[in-house]
Protein backbone atom coordinates (compact mmCIF):
# COMPACT_ATOMS: atom_id res chain seq x y z
CA UNK A 1 0.00 0.00 0.00
CA UNK A 2 1.26 3.66 -1.27
CA UNK A 3 2.13 5.68 2.29
CA UNK A 4 2.78 9.23 2.47
CA UNK A 5 6.48 10.68 2.56
CA UNK A 6 5.93 12.65 5.77
CA UNK A 7 7.13 9.63 7.90
CA UNK A 8 10.20 8.54 6.65
CA UNK A 9 10.65 11.81 5.93
CA UNK A 10 10.83 12.79 9.45
CA UNK A 11 12.68 9.52 10.29
CA UNK A 12 15.37 10.21 8.02
CA UNK A 13 15.87 13.85 9.38
CA UNK A 14 15.60 12.73 12.58
CA UNK A 15 18.32 9.43 11.97
CA UNK A 16 20.82 11.54 10.26
CA UNK A 17 19.89 9.73 6.78
CA UNK A 18 18.13 10.42 3.39
CA UNK A 19 15.29 8.43 1.28
CA UNK A 20 16.04 8.48 -2.36
CA UNK A 21 13.66 9.35 -4.92
CA UNK A 22 14.07 7.62 -7.97
CA UNK A 23 11.85 8.42 -11.02
CA UNK A 24 10.09 6.05 -12.95
CA UNK A 25 9.37 6.24 -16.89
CA UNK A 26 8.32 3.16 -17.34
CA UNK A 27 7.45 -0.44 -15.63
CA UNK A 28 11.28 -1.91 -15.99
CA UNK A 29 12.44 1.18 -14.36
CA UNK A 30 9.56 0.84 -11.45
CA UNK A 31 9.74 -2.91 -10.79
CA UNK A 32 13.68 -2.47 -10.74
CA UNK A 33 13.34 0.09 -8.10
CA UNK A 34 10.87 -1.43 -5.74
CA UNK A 35 12.70 -4.76 -5.83
CA UNK A 36 15.70 -3.11 -4.75
CA UNK A 37 13.85 -1.10 -2.15
CA UNK A 38 13.03 -5.06 -0.59
CA UNK A 39 16.21 -6.20 -1.29
CA UNK A 40 17.54 -3.24 0.99
CA UNK A 41 15.07 -2.88 3.49
CA UNK A 42 14.66 0.62 2.24
CA UNK A 43 12.12 3.33 2.23
CA UNK A 44 11.63 4.82 -1.64
CA UNK A 45 10.25 7.33 -3.31
CA UNK A 46 8.88 6.98 -6.77
CA UNK A 47 9.32 10.25 -8.33
CA UNK A 48 7.02 11.44 -11.68
CA UNK A 49 7.39 14.01 -13.73
CA UNK A 50 4.76 15.42 -15.38
CA UNK A 51 6.09 14.77 -18.51
CA UNK A 52 6.82 10.98 -17.31
CA UNK A 53 3.22 10.59 -16.71
CA UNK A 54 2.03 11.84 -19.77
CA UNK A 55 4.72 9.34 -21.74
CA UNK A 56 3.54 6.40 -19.49
CA UNK A 57 -0.12 7.36 -20.96
CA UNK A 58 -2.14 9.30 -17.57
CA UNK A 59 -1.23 9.38 -13.82
CA UNK A 60 -4.13 6.70 -13.45
CA UNK A 61 -2.15 4.27 -15.33
CA UNK A 62 1.19 4.78 -12.91
CA UNK A 63 -1.28 4.27 -10.26
CA UNK A 64 -2.74 0.85 -11.20
CA UNK A 65 0.80 -0.38 -12.55
CA UNK A 66 2.18 0.85 -9.35
CA UNK A 67 -0.55 -0.59 -6.77
CA UNK A 68 -0.32 -3.76 -8.70
CA UNK A 69 3.72 -4.26 -8.40
CA UNK A 70 3.33 -3.38 -4.59
CA UNK A 71 0.76 -6.26 -4.45
CA UNK A 72 2.43 -8.76 -6.72
CA UNK A 73 5.59 -8.45 -5.54
CA UNK A 74 4.66 -8.85 -1.93
CA UNK A 75 6.63 -5.32 -1.18
CA UNK A 76 6.45 -4.64 2.07
CA UNK A 77 8.64 -1.70 2.73
CA UNK A 78 7.46 1.75 2.85
CA UNK A 79 6.55 3.66 -0.64
CA UNK A 80 5.58 6.87 -1.69
CA UNK A 81 4.36 7.93 -5.35
CA UNK A 82 5.18 11.26 -5.57
CA UNK A 83 4.62 14.50 -8.17
CA UNK A 84 8.04 15.35 -9.40
CA UNK A 85 7.72 19.56 -9.97
CA UNK A 86 4.05 19.79 -10.10
CA UNK A 87 2.03 22.31 -11.65
CA UNK A 88 -0.77 23.75 -9.47
CA UNK A 89 -3.24 21.51 -12.42
CA UNK A 90 -0.66 18.67 -12.26
CA UNK A 91 -0.84 18.06 -8.72
CA UNK A 92 -4.68 18.41 -8.68
CA UNK A 93 -5.07 15.62 -11.36
CA UNK A 94 -2.18 13.63 -8.98
CA UNK A 95 -4.49 14.03 -5.95
CA UNK A 96 -7.73 12.27 -8.10
CA UNK A 97 -5.59 9.57 -9.86
CA UNK A 98 -4.38 8.31 -5.99
CA UNK A 99 -0.72 9.19 -5.96
CA UNK A 100 0.41 9.43 -2.10
CA UNK A 101 2.36 12.55 -2.25
CA UNK A 102 3.13 15.66 -4.50
CA UNK A 103 5.64 18.51 -4.94
CA UNK A 104 3.65 22.01 -5.80
CA UNK A 105 6.71 23.79 -7.81
CA UNK A 106 6.10 27.16 -7.22
CA UNK A 107 9.23 28.46 -7.56
CA UNK A 108 8.58 30.34 -11.25
CA UNK A 109 5.70 32.32 -9.53
CA UNK A 110 6.56 35.74 -7.21
CA UNK A 111 6.77 34.45 -3.47
CA UNK A 112 3.17 35.39 -2.69
CA UNK A 113 1.34 33.75 -5.22
CA UNK A 114 3.85 30.64 -4.82
CA UNK A 115 2.49 30.84 -0.76
CA UNK A 116 -0.97 31.57 -1.64
CA UNK A 117 -0.90 28.39 -3.82
CA UNK A 118 0.98 25.91 -1.60
CA UNK A 119 -1.31 26.90 0.92
CA UNK A 120 -4.03 25.70 -0.99
CA UNK A 121 -2.73 22.66 -2.04
CA UNK A 122 -1.59 22.00 1.92
CA UNK A 123 -5.73 22.18 3.17
CA UNK A 124 -6.43 19.68 0.30
CA UNK A 125 -3.55 17.49 1.28
CA UNK A 126 -4.18 17.25 4.95
CA UNK A 127 -7.47 15.96 4.33
CA UNK A 128 -6.16 12.95 1.97
CA UNK A 129 -3.41 11.94 4.19
CA UNK A 130 -0.85 12.73 1.54
CA UNK A 131 2.22 14.58 1.92
CA UNK A 132 3.39 17.91 -0.07
CA UNK A 133 6.84 19.46 -1.22
CA UNK A 134 7.04 22.72 -1.90
CA UNK A 135 10.01 24.86 -3.70
CA UNK A 136 11.87 27.96 -3.38
CA UNK A 137 14.47 29.30 -5.73
CA UNK A 138 14.58 27.59 -8.72
CA UNK A 139 16.95 24.72 -9.02
CA UNK A 140 18.98 24.90 -12.10
CA UNK A 141 19.91 22.68 -14.85
CA UNK A 142 17.25 21.37 -17.10
CA UNK A 143 13.79 18.91 -16.21
CA UNK A 144 11.56 18.90 -18.72
CA UNK A 145 12.35 21.27 -20.85
CA UNK A 146 12.19 23.63 -17.16
CA UNK A 147 15.66 25.58 -17.05
CA UNK A 148 16.77 27.17 -13.99
CA UNK A 149 20.50 28.33 -13.58
CA UNK A 150 20.85 27.05 -10.16
CA UNK A 151 20.50 29.48 -7.76
CA UNK A 152 20.35 29.91 -4.10
CA UNK A 153 17.04 30.62 -2.21
CA UNK A 154 16.26 33.02 0.37
CA UNK A 155 16.27 31.84 3.62
CA UNK A 156 13.51 33.80 4.58
CA UNK A 157 11.48 33.03 1.88
CA UNK A 158 12.08 29.33 2.85
CA UNK A 159 10.94 29.58 6.31
CA UNK A 160 7.23 31.70 4.97
CA UNK A 161 6.71 28.43 3.00
CA UNK A 162 8.04 26.20 5.49
CA UNK A 163 5.40 27.60 7.83
CA UNK A 164 2.74 26.72 5.82
CA UNK A 165 1.70 23.27 6.91
CA UNK A 166 4.41 21.35 3.88
CA UNK A 167 6.14 18.72 5.04
CA UNK A 168 9.36 18.67 3.01
CA UNK A 169 11.44 21.85 1.28
CA UNK A 170 13.28 21.77 -1.83
CA UNK A 171 15.58 24.39 -1.55
CA UNK A 172 18.11 25.54 -4.37
CA UNK A 173 21.61 25.58 -3.02
CA UNK A 174 23.60 25.76 -6.23
CA UNK A 175 22.32 22.21 -7.17
CA UNK A 176 20.81 21.28 -10.76
CA UNK A 177 19.57 18.75 -12.68
CA UNK A 178 21.16 16.30 -15.38
CA UNK A 179 24.66 16.39 -15.92
CA UNK A 180 26.98 18.90 -14.00
CA UNK A 181 28.89 21.31 -16.24
CA UNK A 182 32.85 21.59 -15.64
CA UNK A 183 32.39 24.80 -14.39
CA UNK A 184 29.97 24.09 -11.32
CA UNK A 185 30.69 26.03 -8.13
CA UNK A 186 29.31 23.41 -5.86
CA UNK A 187 26.71 23.31 -2.98
CA UNK A 188 26.16 26.27 -1.02
CA UNK A 189 26.05 24.55 2.20
CA UNK A 190 26.15 27.99 3.78
CA UNK A 191 22.51 28.79 2.08
CA UNK A 192 21.57 25.35 3.37
CA UNK A 193 22.93 25.49 6.87
CA UNK A 194 20.89 29.25 7.29
CA UNK A 195 17.76 27.54 5.88
CA UNK A 196 17.92 24.83 8.32
CA UNK A 197 18.45 26.99 11.00
CA UNK A 198 14.99 28.99 10.43
CA UNK A 199 12.90 25.69 9.51
CA UNK A 200 14.19 23.71 12.05
CA UNK A 201 12.56 19.88 11.94
CA UNK A 202 11.34 20.39 8.33
CA UNK A 203 12.73 17.91 6.05
CA UNK A 204 14.38 19.21 3.21
CA UNK A 205 15.15 17.80 -0.21
CA UNK A 206 18.45 17.83 -2.57
CA UNK A 207 17.31 17.64 -6.08
CA UNK A 208 19.61 17.00 -8.95
CA UNK A 209 21.24 14.34 -7.10
CA UNK A 210 22.82 13.00 -9.85
CA UNK A 211 26.80 13.95 -9.83
CA UNK A 212 26.82 15.33 -6.60
CA UNK A 213 30.40 13.99 -5.26
CA UNK A 214 29.62 11.57 -2.07
CA UNK A 215 31.31 14.00 0.51
CA UNK A 216 28.97 16.84 0.03
CA UNK A 217 25.49 14.33 -0.02
CA UNK A 218 27.31 13.44 3.42
CA UNK A 219 27.77 16.87 4.24
CA UNK A 220 24.24 17.99 2.89
CA UNK A 221 22.56 15.07 5.16
CA UNK A 222 24.27 15.98 8.06
CA UNK A 223 22.68 19.73 7.33
CA UNK A 224 19.15 18.83 7.07
CA UNK A 225 18.74 17.23 3.32
CA UNK A 226 16.36 13.79 4.24
CA UNK A 227 15.33 13.54 0.32
CA UNK A 228 17.24 13.10 -2.02
CA UNK A 229 16.66 12.84 -5.79
CA UNK A 230 17.99 10.30 -8.30
CA UNK A 231 16.91 10.20 -11.90
CA UNK A 232 19.50 10.80 -14.45
CA UNK A 233 22.21 8.74 -13.65
CA UNK A 234 19.46 5.55 -13.74
CA UNK A 235 18.72 6.87 -17.25
CA UNK A 236 22.76 6.83 -18.10
CA UNK A 237 23.09 3.32 -16.34
CA UNK A 238 20.06 1.53 -18.59
CA UNK A 239 21.47 3.15 -22.03
CA UNK A 240 24.86 2.28 -21.72
CA UNK A 241 23.99 -1.51 -20.64
CA UNK A 242 21.71 -1.43 -23.21
CA UNK A 243 24.20 -0.13 -25.53
CA UNK A 244 26.75 -3.17 -24.81
CA UNK A 245 24.29 -5.62 -25.17
CA UNK A 246 23.07 -4.09 -28.87
CA UNK A 247 27.20 -3.23 -29.66
CA UNK A 248 27.77 -6.96 -29.00
CA UNK A 249 25.13 -7.82 -31.18
CA UNK A 250 22.85 -9.70 -28.10
CA UNK A 251 19.73 -8.90 -30.17
CA UNK A 252 21.06 -10.74 -33.15
CA UNK A 253 21.42 -14.27 -31.20
CA UNK A 254 18.41 -16.47 -30.47
CA UNK A 255 15.65 -14.47 -29.43
CA UNK A 256 17.87 -11.87 -28.10
CA UNK A 257 15.57 -8.93 -29.44
CA UNK A 258 12.58 -9.85 -27.14
CA UNK A 259 12.23 -7.30 -24.89
CA UNK A 260 12.56 -9.33 -22.52
CA UNK A 261 16.02 -10.07 -23.07
CA UNK A 262 16.92 -6.48 -24.83
CA UNK A 263 15.80 -4.79 -21.77
CA UNK A 264 17.24 -7.25 -18.98
CA UNK A 265 21.17 -5.44 -18.94
CA UNK A 266 19.38 -2.05 -18.40
CA UNK A 267 17.34 -3.23 -15.74
CA UNK A 268 19.99 -4.55 -13.83
CA UNK A 269 22.11 -1.59 -14.13
CA UNK A 270 18.97 0.37 -12.42
CA UNK A 271 19.00 -2.00 -10.05
CA UNK A 272 23.14 -1.27 -9.56
CA UNK A 273 22.41 2.43 -9.36
CA UNK A 274 19.76 2.43 -6.91
CA UNK A 275 21.49 0.10 -4.34
CA UNK A 276 24.37 2.10 -4.95
CA UNK A 277 22.73 4.94 -3.92
CA UNK A 278 20.71 3.74 -0.89
CA UNK A 279 24.13 2.49 0.66
CA UNK A 280 25.41 6.28 -0.27
CA UNK A 281 22.23 7.94 1.50
CA UNK A 282 22.04 5.72 4.60
CA UNK A 283 18.68 4.13 4.06
CA UNK A 284 19.25 0.61 3.80
CA UNK A 285 17.50 -1.71 6.70
CA UNK A 286 15.65 2.23 7.90
CA UNK A 287 12.29 0.30 5.99
Known amino acids: MLVSAKDMLQKAKAGHYAVGQFNIN ?14 NNSPVILGVSEGAGKYMGGYKTIVGMVNGLLEELNITVPVALHLDH ?16 IMFDGSHYPIEENVAKTKELVAIVKEKGMSLEAEVGSIGGE ?10 A ?36 ETLDAIQQLTGELPLVLHGG ?21 NTECQLAFAAATRAYVEAGKDLQG ?33
Open 26 to 39: NLEWTKAILLTAQE
Open 86 to 101: GSYEGCLKCIDAGFSS
Open 143 to 152: EDGVVGAGEC
Open 154 to 189: DPAECKMVADLGIDFLAAGIGNIHGKYPENWQGLSF
Open 210 to 230: TGIPADMIKKAIDLGVSKINV
Open 255 to 287: KGFDPRKLLAPGFEAIKATVKEKMELFGSVNRA
